[in-house]
């Protein structure tokens, strides 16, 4: 019996300890951490690269000591440019330049220039990815090398001296057919007789210093330009404008002046300046209609070529350019080398005059005007020109009142006197 209790003593002992054991293992399970599975890690692909751009056409302008040449694209591209046999005796030099990943288009074909400074252009794959475009040079003092968006453009800018026997001006302008009339285009002495001011005006001796402009009417074409509430759009405001700014320039002040263009149709920015240089320009006025996110901005500016100095100006040079903020930045990178040849105080100057006197003329019939002042962009079309050259900004577009006055062909008329006064008021500082 007592063998009997002790085997069941142990047991019930037995059970006891495993029961304890157990609840232990439990406990222990509820106080660890579970392992989660990780999951499985997927390798991102790169971004596939963009495809080869098209080098699509070449263009050129030729004055006595400038020629640009224009790379035409189908998108924005990098490239690598370096100089080959400068000063070499008895070699031509060489401006070479590599764009990367990139392929010629079908239509692309190699051109003669012969201007004294470019012997001609020749294109080429260089290797897989990379077209090389080559300048062959004579006696080139400098170059420079910008990008242009929306068409993508390479743009390159050489500067020397070129030979007496060689220094004229060529008989055409590309596109000029269609961005002038033959009766806008400045003819030789005979037409300059014919434009002298009549003996009944009055004229500043130093009228003599300024003999012809380059009216330039912003966009056109395709380009709108800004475009009002009402559906105005900016293109045709600066034409109407511009019209009766060469009328009066004509008229008045007896003036030889060249329109970038005269009909809706489309300039690209790199060319109007090229007009200007061709010509022989002595002043460059370009005319705009502005426009803001701020409905309520309002007033007149006027602007030449520097870097932007704020936010607003550098959205201004983007609406003007046609391209993005950071292509104003790009450009702001390399604007001090492109404004080697640039008449800085000048077209400050010119910039004052023609602000002081648009301002009063305008706020002589609309009192509610406001001046903004003359300020300084990275104006595209303002790249290139080697005379004093500005950007007058006369209404806000965007500004519902001001999109009114834009509307009023009695405004445009208002806007083309005070230019004129403007460059009047300039002409007769130059004594």
């Not at 006891?16 to 991102?44: E, G, I, M, N, Y």
């Not at 005269?262 to 010509?279: C, G, M, Q, W």
């Not at 950071?326 to 990178?333: D, F, G, H, P, R």
Request: charged share 25%; aromatic share 4%.
């Amino acid at each position: 019996m007592r063998h009997l209790r002790s085997c069941i003593y142990l047991l019930i002992t037995l059970a006891l300890s495993l029961a304890l054991v157990s609840a232990a293992d439990a406990a222990s399970k509820k106080k660890s951490p579970q392992k989660t599975k990780r999951p499985a890690v997927v390798k991102q692909e790169p971004p596939p690269p963009p495809p080869p751009a098209q080098v699509l056409e070449l263009k050129h302008w030729s004055t006595p000591d400038y020629t640009r040449v224009a790379v035409s694209l189908d998108r924005d591209v990098t490239w690598k440019s370096y100089e080959l046999d400068k000063g070499s005796a008895g070699k031509p030099g060489r401006i070479v330049i590599d764009i990367q990943n990139s392929q010629l288009g079908a239509a692309i074909r190699d051109i003669t220039i012969g201007d004294g400074l470019v012997k001609g252009v020749r294109v080429a794959l260089f290797r897989a990815g990379v077209v090389r475009v080559v300048l062959d040079t004579d006696q080139i003092i400098d170059y420079k090398i910008f990008p242009l968006s929306d068409p993508s453009k390479l743009i390159i800018d050489v500067r020397g001296e070129r030979p007496t026997e060689i220094s004229r001006l060529e008989s055409g302008l590309t596109n000029l057919v269609n961005a002038a009339s033959a009766a806008e285009l400045p003819k030789p002495a005979e037409h300059r007789e014919a434009t002298k001011p009549r003996p009944s005006q009055k004229q500043h001796p130093a009228i003599a210093k300024v003999r012809r402009i380059v009216v330039d009417p912003g966009h056109g074409g395709h380009d709108p330009g800004a475009v009002g509430q009402s559906g105005l759009q900016e293109k045709e405001v600066v034409l109407s404008i511009g019209l009766k700014l060469r009328k009066k320039l004509q008229d008045e002040l007896g003036l030889d002046v060249v329109m970038t263009r005269s009909t809706d149709v489309f300039i690209p920015l790199e060319e109007r300046t090229a007009i200007a240089n061709k010509v022989g320009a002595d002043l460059f006025v370009s005319i705009h209609a502005n426009a803001a996110p701020n409905r309520n901005a309002s007033g007149i500016e006027t602007y030449y070529l520097n870097l932007a100095k704020t936010e607003k100006v550098a959205q201004l040079a983007a609406k003007e350019n046609g391209t993005s903020l950071e292509k104003v930045s790009t450009l702001q990178a390399i604007l001090f080398d492109l404004m080697a040849n640039y008449k800085l105080n000048d077209s400050a100057h010119l910039a004052e005059e023609v602000q002081k006197a648009l301002y009063k003329t305008i706020k002589g019939r609309h009192n509610d005007t406001k001046s903004l002042g003359v300020k300084q962009g990275p104006f595209y079309v303002l790249v290139g020109a080697t005379m004093p050259s500005i950007l007058v900004e006369t209404a806000f577009i965007s500004n519902s009142a001001e999109e009114a006055h834009l509307q009023d062909p009695a405004f445009h008329d208002l806007a083309a006197d005070g230019i004129l006064d403007g460059i009047r008021g300039y002409i007769a500082s130059l004594n």
